[in-house]
């Protein structure tokens, strides 16, 4: 029997009371009110440490959802994903109390200048021994770019421009301004560094001009581990130049794999450059039945408010007058509402409602079986192309101890989870090196 | 016998290599070259809350001193203060490890856009149950302004400008956004918070235009603790309208505790709203014999090139052409370098070169003592008008055990030092009130 790859596990969460699965925060078995709390965020990442995942996965938005009904009062209500705290300053705790979990968190290219975001990712970098990642985003609230000093949220397409002079400024700090052996911390003769070997970077990009150096020496990763979650077409293009690690969310996957795949080979990359992982939610159960009742249960206090609050602000579009009692056979599912239809030709044969459709995204189309089902669900979605998950909670940490006790002795038994951690920082425990590929565009800006 | 005031007492450190007195970095009795190590910043945290210190005071600065000789190449080969890592990340896991001690950061207003600033802030209090305090800072390395996106520092005076509506941005944020009774997390009926309680902002300034709401509940201090450091006319006016606690550094102080006493009370605020804490170098010993052999061993290696680039930095002129060994009889000390002037006339008989008042200035002009000599210093220091002090280290944790171990207990015993933690937030064990007083600027921006 070949040995199969092993796939990637990420828990995903936020820094906030309501992250995917709305209306769920009030449960008595779930910590998710906790969000403040240190030792909750402790508790957590040792858990996933304990079961060998890879790292835990941090969301973000700098910003509030404020499309649906015209304002941001549903989002409020409902703590959908308002009030949101600031993920990184969570992470060098955890990473304290524990030895291998990585750490990933997202960040915007608008939220922060790249010279003083290149400073914060090594400093994390420094003080996790080389465990984070960054998933990059561009942002898609308006909200955040109204208060973050645009006027407006800047076009698509530019923000991706917009993304790759913000890369190509933290590549030139992170890879190019100090050399390997600047650091020298010679006591005898006074001298912590070699200026000759720590360089400014000159950069004069279409829209950031930083002359460096940079400020931090370097850090064992340098270029924390990359993930990149984007789906559009330029969003495609720029996943396929920068990611290490692309996160899907949603439908639509095997061909968006394959499509980044492709786009990446032309860049040089190598289809083992790059893992993609797929999010998840999982309803897990000893055996099935006690799983499909567990998710009936959770579904009675999902809330389609705070789901279509969610949904409008993806979309851009106020679902605030659509009412979710008229049967589907009322709607075309074009344009906006595209990703709806794959919900609706499931059950061609029902009579289905708006909001049935709309509870089913906010349940993130969720996966229900016994442990061996999930087991065989995730095996049979590696063998399709994915090279990992992210683990979305229904209840925290509920769903993920759910996965650590019943679903993962099976993985490791079959040799799809680690068993054990591999020595070293984050992009060596997943790619072998602790450094960017020779083959990313990031080694480019290298000295040589 | 009245009660005596007690006094602040703050270590004042940075997350870099070396902070003022340059050049001890490489010494065995220091772990300066450990400033990427949360165990070493944890064993300083509890150090200091065991002896009952108010708070850790970090600096910080975005930027490198390249003033001196044209170039950064000095402050790179002797660390001086590059590399520097960002400071806020130490905190929670310090925060974690210790139960009242406050945990004071500097951050400077052009770093960061004050939408993500009061995120950031709002969250650090939030984890750290109200125990931070914000040293805000304008800038003055051209350096730090070039690569932030300004295409060069803005002037000083428009700094303050800037300052004055960042603060304005942030107090809305914090103050006036959500009610204090927003947040009520019920359960039964699924609310979180209530909407009409959480208010946008609006806020149309000359600098920043930012709608609002903010992103954070409600945390223990809502506004930081301010400490602020301004010495020039504008930096004056700007710690008396916004400063809780005025940090200065160097001489002149007398004159300056009365003026920023005086404009505070112009602007309503009551002369014990503001703490003056100054900085200050002490050595050390168990009698005047030890101590002063003591500052001469750190004076051996003390580096002069390091002081006169970070002196350059901050005087803006380059003193890479200045001949050390020449006497300051043949220099005017005006403009500049009128800084100098006192501790010329401190010593008038002496020939005195040029160097020699530079190390004094390397040195921290510190004070050597017995303990007993040094209690008895700063409690004359708080009779002149101090509140309280920020000790400056030439060893870490070094010189911060020889003062717990010899001059705390006598300030305790003189009630000149709190031997119990007041409870609640830090800005509650200072001023008795966990919320900015109704006299501050700030508090004109609550609802009603």
């Known amino acids: 029997?070949?040995?199969?790859?092993?796939?990637?596990?990420?828990?995903?969460?936020?820094?906030?009371?309501?992250?995917?699965?709305?209306?769920?925060?009030?449960?008595?078995?779930?910590?998710?009110?906790?969000?403040?709390?240190?030792?909750?965020?402790?508790?957590?990442?040792?858990?996933?440490?304990?079961?060998?995942?890879?790292?835990?996965?941090?969301?973000?938005?700098?910003?509030?959802?404020?499309?649906?009904?015209?304002?941001?009062?549903?989002?409020?209500?409902?703590?959908?994903?308002?009030?949101?705290?600031?993920?990184?300053?969570?992470?060098?705790?955890?990473?304290?109390?524990?030895?291998?979990?990585?750490?990933?968190?997202?960040?915007?290219?608008?939220?922060?200048?790249?010279?003083?975001?290149?400073?914060?990712?090594?400093?994390?970098?420094?003080?996790?021994?080389?465990?984070?990642?960054?998933?990059?985003?561009?942002?898609?609230?308006?909200?955040?770019?109204?208060?973050?000093?645009?006027?407006?949220?800047?076009?698509?397409?530019?923000?991706?421009?917009?993304?790759?002079?913000y890369l190509a400024v933290l590549y030139k700090l992170w890879e190019a301004s100090w050399e390997g052996d600047a650091v020298?911390?010679?006591?005898?003769?006074?001298?912590?560094?070699?200026?000759?070997?720590?360089?400014?970077?000159?950069?004069?990009?279409?829209?950031?001009?930083?002359?460096?150096?940079h400020l931090c020496e370097p850090s064992p990763q340098r270029t924390p581990l990359l993930f990149q979650a984007g789906s559009s077409d330029r969003g495609r293009e720029f996943a396929a130049r920068h990611a290490e690690c692309v996160f899907i969310l949603g439908s639509g996957r095997r061909e968006l794999i394959a499509d980044i795949r492709k786009r990446a080979a032309k860049h040089g990359r190598r289809d083992d450059d790059i893992k993609i992982c797929l999010g998840v939610s999982l309803v897990i159960g000893g055996s099935e039945a006690e799983a499909q009742a567990k998710a009936r249960d959770l579904e009675q206090t999902l809330s389609l408010e705070a789901g279509l609050a969610h949904m409008s602000g993806h979309l851009g579009v106020d679902l605030g007058d659509v009412d979710p009692d008229r049967p589907i056979s009322d709607f075309e599912f074009n344009g906006v509402l595209g990703f709806l239809k794959s919900f609706a030709a499931r059950e061609p044969d029902k009579t289905l409602t708006f909001g049935d459709l709309a509870r089913r995204q906010l349940s993130g189309n969720w996966i229900v079986g016994s442990d061996e089902q999930i087991a065989n669900k995730l095996q049979s979605l590696g063998e399709d192309g994915a090279d990992g998950f992210n683990l979305v909670y229904a209840t925290t940490p509920g769903t993920f101890v759910d996965f650590i006790d019943g679903v993962a002795p099976i993985l490791k038994a079959r040799g799809l989870m680690q068993t054990e951690y591999d020595p070293g920082p984050l992009r060596q425990k997943i790619f072998g090196d602790a450094h960017l590929s020779d083959r990313h565009p990031g080694a480019a800006f290298r000295r040589i």
């Open 1 to 165: 029997m070949r040995s199969r790859k092993r796939l990637l596990f990420n828990a995903f969460s936020m820094n906030c009371v309501s992250h995917i699965h709305h209306g769920l925060w009030g449960r008595a078995d779930t910590r998710q009110l906790e969000y403040t709390s240190l030792d909750a965020w402790i508790d957590l990442a040792k858990t996933l440490e304990k079961a060998k995942f890879d790292s835990l996965f941090l969301a973000d938005v700098v910003g509030v959802y404020d499309v649906y009904k015209g304002g941001p009062e549903t989002s409020i209500s409902e703590a959908m994903q308002i009030p949101v705290n600031d993920p990184t300053l969570l992470i060098p705790t955890m990473a304290h109390a524990t030895e291998h979990l990585g750490f990933a968190y997202t960040g915007s290219i608008l939220a922060e200048h790249p010279f003083n975001f290149a400073r914060r990712a090594s400093t994390l970098d420094h003080l996790t021994d080389g465990r984070i990642a960054w998933n990059i985003v561009t942002s898609y609230l308006p909200s955040a770019a109204r208060n973050l000093g645009f006027n407006d949220l800047p076009k698509h397409d530019d923000r991706y421009d917009r993304g790759d002079d």
């Open 184 to 213: 020298v911390r010679d006591r005898e003769r006074g001298i912590y560094a070699d200026p000759a070997k720590v360089h400014t970077i000159d950069h004069h990009g279409p829209y950031y001009e930083v002359p460096g150096p």
